[in-house]
């Protein structure tokens, strides 16, 4: 895949997170998925209740993206998470590396911001 292709793929998981429409879980992720952040959280399945559970805790989830760039098969994302806590909006900088293999991300490294 070319860079930008890689790049929709990112996003279409970022779609999935923002809406809850976990049929694309099927669509972007490998079956051999892996989350280094969350290793419990792997393939699809794992993702898309991970998804569901978000969405219930947070109604208002949502990722913006705030920068991405693709070369070879990664792509890094910054991006801002936001979401009501406690009655507070709560937003958290976040960079992901993905590393995507046959048209299908594999896996992600997270790295928290302040």
Avoid: C
Wanted: overall charge negative; charged content about 25%; hydrophobic content about 45%.
């Amino acid at each position: 895949m070319d860079s930008e292709a890689n790049k929709a793929l990112v996003r279409s998981y970022i779609e999935m997170w923002n809406t809850g429409n976990v049929e694309l879980a099927d669509e972007v992720l490998a079956p051999t998925w892996v989350d280094h952040a969350h290793p419990e959280v792997t393939g699809p399945e794992s993702v898309k209740q991970a998804v569901l559970e978000i969405r219930a805790a947070f109604s208002d989830f949502r990722i913006t993206i705030d920068f991405m760039m693709s070369e070879d098969n990664m792509v890094a994302l910054r991006g801002t998470i936001i979401r009501t806590q406690q009655g507070k909006e709560t937003a958290s900088q976040v960079m992901w590396l993905v590393r995507i293999a046959n048209g299908k991300m594999v896996e992600e490294w997270t790295y928290y911001g302040k």
